[in-house]
């Protein structure tokens, strides 16, 4: 959740002992055993004082001796990015979405290669640096919107959109038709704002599409994915097709209002969907769409994996920390129970992307950065000062489509463009 600068202050340090990627003690980092307490930070004030207490349960009795104690953060990228200038930020956190690539060595403990654990895992690529993975995948998703079915079957829509124009149609017609909210935008809590984002490279079906932001010097030019979905974020709110205010939206209340009906849509990564059918009046009213846009005839979706658990590196409990992260992936069911894409190559595709497959929606796993230019996309991003994973990125597309910002949208991928070009030709 599926957003990009640190704050001041950081030091870098020295990278501690390469970890192994076995279960039993004597692989474990430092060669400590596994015993003593850790401190678990996570996002999920939803789950801490439920499903993890179960898995506190299971992971100390399976490792007798063991302590786990969560921290439950809302603000989680805001807090724990301010956190990270100390040394206190748990024993397992889940790697900050504003971490860039070559930081990942300052902050967190290397897990082993991207050979040796990709072939196991999924989405290695996506937290690793020169060959090493800081980070395992919690769970991955698709990109998409998340609906109710009833809704849009009431409004006459039956099929996915095909462009952005059908889906403004489709959205049009759920207003007309019924009392829904076509599109609900999650404004104010911000981050719900950052899953547009995600949809990149599933909207041109390529799995390079980020890897070519490094040398696109125009991403908002017409036709680009960039334009493409922010377009079709400031049509929808511009053509009065969400929610009247977007400074009062709530997202904990959002779920019930997409699960009863009065919400229509929402970009949100396919992580949402159990959520949504936990709110609904009948589950089977929860489905999920592909971004409106084809190529070679055919949807795609970009899949990559969610935020991934890590070890600070600072940590006085290494060896129990990899342990968790490691039951976490193989053994917790999280991801299966979250309706997600396992990080386990070898597990089950989730029943919660049906409709994913009845529209015949291909699945792109995006391709990792060539060597040395791991971090080059995120570099751009900072100078450039847009923050593709900062809601006030989208935010600002909302203001100008209702009128809060006296800028038209064309300004606005005319000033991105510019400070995007900039900051690349400095980079490259």
């Not at 205010?245 to 849509?265: C, M, R, Y």
């Not at 129970?337 to 792109?364: R, Y």
């Amino acid at each position: 959740m599926k957003r990009r600068t640190l704050g001041v202050g950081l030091l870098a340090l020295a990278v501690a002992a390469t970890a192994a990627c076995g279960d039993d003690a004597a692989e474990q980092p430092n060669g400590n055993a596994i015993t003593g307490e850790i401190t678990v930070l996570t996002q999920r004030t939803d789950l801490v004082d439920n499903v993890f207490v179960e898995y506190k349960k299971k992971f100390e009795a399976k490792y007798p001796g063991t302590s786990v104690k969560f921290e439950a953060i809302t603000d989680y990228e805001g807090e724990v990015r301010i956190r990270m200038n100390t040394d206190d930020y748990g024993d397992v956190l889940l790697i900050p979405n504003s971490v860039t690539a070559n930081q990942l060595p300052t902050f967190f403990e290397p897990l082993g290669t991207v050979d040796e654990l990709g072939a196991k895992y999924r989405f290695v690529n996506e937290q690793a640096y020169q060959g090493k993975v800081y980070g395992l995948a919690i769970t991955g998703n698709a990109q998409g919107f998340v609906y109710n079915k009833k809704v849009w079957a009431a409004a006459g829509v039956t099929t996915p959109p095909k462009t952005p124009q059908e889906f403004l149609t489709a959205l049009t017609a759920i207003k007309d038709r019924t009392d829904a909210i076509p599109l609900y935008t999650n404004y104010k809590d911000g981050w719900p704002l950052t899953q547009w984002e995600g949809v990149r490279g599933g909207v041109s079906g390529d799995a390079e599409a980020v890897n070519k932001l490094g040398a696109d010097t125009a991403p908002w030019a017409e036709g680009k994915e960039h334009n493409l979905i922010d377009s079709l974020l400031y049509n929808a709110v511009n053509q009065k097709l969400t929610e009247d205010d977007p400074t009062t939206t709530n997202w904990e209340n959002s779920k019930k209002l997409i699960g009863t009906g009065k919400v229509a849509t929402m970009m949100l990564g396919s992580w949402s969907i159990v959520q949504m059918q936990a709110a609904a009046t009948d589950k089977a009213d929860i489905g999920y769409l592909p971004f409106p846009n084809q190529a070679g005839g055919k949807f795609h979706s970009a899949i990559g994996g969610d935020y991934k658990n890590a070890i600070n590196i600072h940590s006085k409990n290494k060896a129990t920390a990899r342990a968790w992260i490691d039951w976490f992936a193989n053994e917790s069911n999280y991801a299966t129970d979250q309706g997600g894409i396992a990080p386990v190559k070898s597990a089950e595709f989730p029943a919660t992307l049906a409709d994913f497959k009845t529209a015949g929606v291909e699945l792109v796993e995006l391709a990792p950065a060539p060597a040395g230019k791991e971090a080059l996309v995120g570099n751009i991003d900072k100078a450039a000062e847009i923050g593709l994973w900062d809601p006030k990125y989208r935010q600002r597309i909302v203001d100008a489509a209702r009128g809060a910002k006296k800028e038209t949208l064309q300004q606005i991928f005319d000033d991105l463009n510019k400070r995007w070009a900039d900051a690349q030709a400095k980079a490259s």
